[in-house]
């Protein structure tokens, strides 16, 4: 009788620490898919060039340089209706991460109507002279099932950095570093730090032309990065 009323006890206590560890795992796992995510990979290449010359007892220099950076972005944000508000063409869409900054509104997007559960929207830049304007960067927007997803992808020449652009003037080699965002959907802001890692690579060349001591130097940086509030 001892054993068998040890084993039901066994039993009670093993079939409560499972039922202990489930409601926890179920805990974690929701917490996970209500945090905000944010990833991201940047490739980044700077050039610049300068000429140096000198006559007698003066000297004079000029530069030029250029960077280009090429990236992709992709976020989700836990959004209810009553957070967000009521959403329509006036709901805004923001980011901000590094030195790159956007906003826009779902009526920026000329296909959008209330009802619709998503958006394309872009940075663009004006060109007067040409009167053509030309996407910098893409931006995608879908909300449903309590979940903002938005995927953004530079298109253009000048498109801002996403973070690698802080780093031009660094020492070659390994980078290790977060960058802050922010992202805000109608009245809903949600902030994230995004741990991101890559490496710096640096060639320089020296030469005597017509022109003058030219110096030249070429920086590409390489980045990826994934965090979560």
Known sequence: MKMYGLARLAGVFTATGLLTLVALASQTTSRAA???????????RFESKTVSQSSGFSSSS????????????SLEMPITEAEAGPINGDTQFSLRMGPFQYSGTL?????YSVGKTSAK???????QSKNTRTVLV???????????TAK????????K??????????LPGDINAEAKATIKFG??????????SGKLKRKTGDAATIEGDVHGEAVTIDIKGDGRD
Request: proline share 3%; charged share 25%.
């Open 34 to 44: 209500a945090s905000s995510h944010i990833s991201f990979s940047e490739s980044l």
């Open 62 to 73: 000029s530069g030029e340089s250029v960077t280009v950076s090429k990236w992709n972005l």
């Open 107 to 111: 009526k920026d997007d000329p296909s």
């Open 121 to 127: 929207l872009a940075v663009r830049q004006e060109n």
């Open 138 to 148: 893409a931006v995608s927007l879908k909300w449903d099932n309590g979940k903002l």
């Open 152 to 159: 953004l992808e530079s298109k253009g020449q000048t498109s």
């Open 161 to 170: 950095s996403l973070a690698a652009e802080d780093f031009i003037h660094s």
């Open 187 to 196: 009245k809903k802001t949600s902030s994230l730090e995004v741990p991101f």
